[in-house]
């Protein structure tokens, strides 16, 4: 097994288990001790695990993206959730944009059973998910290639992006905060989305209830600049208060 293989597996069980022991990862692995602290260390100098005594503890500073292949693994039963219900929003012959969130990779397998869609991305794995759909259009970015991130960023990306007017945009956030906004880890990720709402008529804003109350570092944009939030579990009086407050929808499998 290669380094970052198992370095990646780490990783997941980090997630799984919010931490992990030195001993327990060294008879898994079936290497050294040694082996799995420089391990360790890489995962704490890249900011995804902060080393503690014989082991170590998921670092989950919101401002830190984890790898698209471990988000991926993240609450997938919620996106599932989400996904299903993005896909009664969207009408056959409707063109959309989906920005390169794993939560948009769920909500473009949902949509598969649509017909004649248009569908803008910056997102290489929502790409591959639709490479096999007939009658479709699918249309790239463009931009530079995120490494880790499968997603198409910089000025090209924006400058595709801004090229059309479609119907409707659907995007996800790393946080939801009802003073600081809507916010993304990544300051490239949200120049794109924000170039992404001004493209569209209608925004839906797709996330999962682990990212309400939750700052990132880049802020995308004010609450009050979408119109619909579809979310996993019903979120709490003071938030579903807000968007009645502010004019959005909101929608939950429970509804």
Not at 5 to 20: A, F, G, H, M, T
Not at 54 to 77: C, H, Q, W, Y
Not at 127 to 147: C, F, H, P, R, T
């Amino acid at each position: 097994m290669l380094a970052v293989e198992r370095r990646n597996l780490i990783l997941e069980k980090l997630q799984e288990d919010k931490k992990v022991i030195v001993s327990e990862l060294s008879q898994e692995f079936q290497v050294s001790e040694e082996t799995i602290r420089r391990d360790l260390d890489k995962l704490d100098k890249d900011g995804l695990a902060v080393k503690s005594y014989g082991g170590a503890v998921l670092n989950e500073n919101t401002s830190l993206d984890m790898p698209f292949n471990i988000r991926k693994k993240n609450n997938p039963a919620g996106k599932q959730k989400i996904a299903k219900i993005v896909e009664t929003l969207i009408e056959d012959g409707d063109h959309i944009i989906l920005d390169p969130s794993t939560t948009a990779v769920f909500i473009a397998k949902a949509l598969k059973q649509k017909e004649r869609l248009t569908v803008i991305t910056n997102s290489i794995e929502v790409i591959l998910e639709l490479s096999d759909v007939a009658d479709w259009n699918i249309i790239s970015s463009g931009g530079s290639l995120k490494e880790g991130y499968l997603a198409l960023v910089g000025p090209r990306a924006i400058e595709g992006l801004g090229a059309f007017n479609v119907e409707k945009v659907v995007l996800s956030c790393k946080g939801l905060d009802m003073e600081k906004g809507i916010t993304d880890g990544n300051e490239l990720f949200s120049q794109a989305k924000q170039t992404m709402l001004k493209s569209a008529k209608q925004c839906i804003l797709a996330v999962d209830h682990t990212k309400f109350g939750k700052v990132a570092f880049s802020k995308i944009c004010d609450i009050n600049h979408i119109h619909m939030v579809v979310t996993d579990e019903k979120p709490s009086d003071t938030w579903l208060e807000l968007f009645e407050r502010s004019g959005i929808t909101c929608l939950y499998p429970e509804n």
